[in-house]
């Protein structure tokens, strides 16, 4: 059912509960409407919906990784992991090219940390998964990224996310 606000609006759809004992109590997770308003139409018209797909594996940006890669800044998305032969390998991104070690971790060093999608900031790996699902396949999202201490501008056509793909 609909998940609402104190004054009735509709903000989500509720989809599953965590609960260790097996009863309707725990944590819940809704769907939010505006995911809900944008996959809904096409389901019905096609049975299916492509997510756009930007091909990066990666995390948010902590204290480690800004400590090896030389950073200002924890904020960002920082990318270990091109897919190749995705779009943002295509499109020139760059991912973890070796290790350093930070207080005894092994932390991964020369990705690219993407710090704004389409003129919009980017403070972790989440917020950029979110800027890329609210896109289309086809579209092309302009990112800032900082590499080797420099920021750069990448423009990254999306496609559809492979089904066998998670990233």
């Known amino acids: 059912g609909p ?3 104190l ?9 599953q509960i965590a609960s260790s004992g097996g009863v309707n109590a725990g944590v819940g997770f809704a769907i939010p409407s505006n995911v809900v308003r944008r996959v809904a139409p ?14 990066v594996v990666g995390t948010s940006v902590n204290l480690t990784i800004m400590k090896a890669n030389d950073l200002d800044t ?7 992991t091109v897919v190749p032969n995705g779009p943002a390998a295509e ?12 207080n005894g971790l092994q932390v ?3 990705g690219d940390v993407v710090i704004e999608a389409d003129r919009k900031p980017i403070a972790s790996f989440d917020d950029l998964l979110s800027a890329v699902s609210f896109m289309s396949v086809g579209d092309e999202v302009e990112l800032t990224v900082l590499r080797q201490g420099q920021r750069r ?14 990233s």
């Open 91 to 102: 499109a020139g991104l760059e991912g973890t090219d070796s290790t350093a070690e930070v």
């Open 42 to 55: 096409v389901l019905i018209e096609r049975g299916s919906y492509d997510w756009p797909w930007l091909g």
């Open 3 to 5: 998940l609402l606000t």
């Open 7 to 15: 004054r009735g609006e509709v903000i989500g759809v509720n989809a």
């Open 108 to 110: 991964p060093v020369g």
């Open 74 to 80: 924890q904020q960002g998305a920082y990318i270990d």
């Open 153 to 166: 501008q990448i423009i990254v056509a999306l496609v559809a996310r492979p089904s066998d793909s998670a």
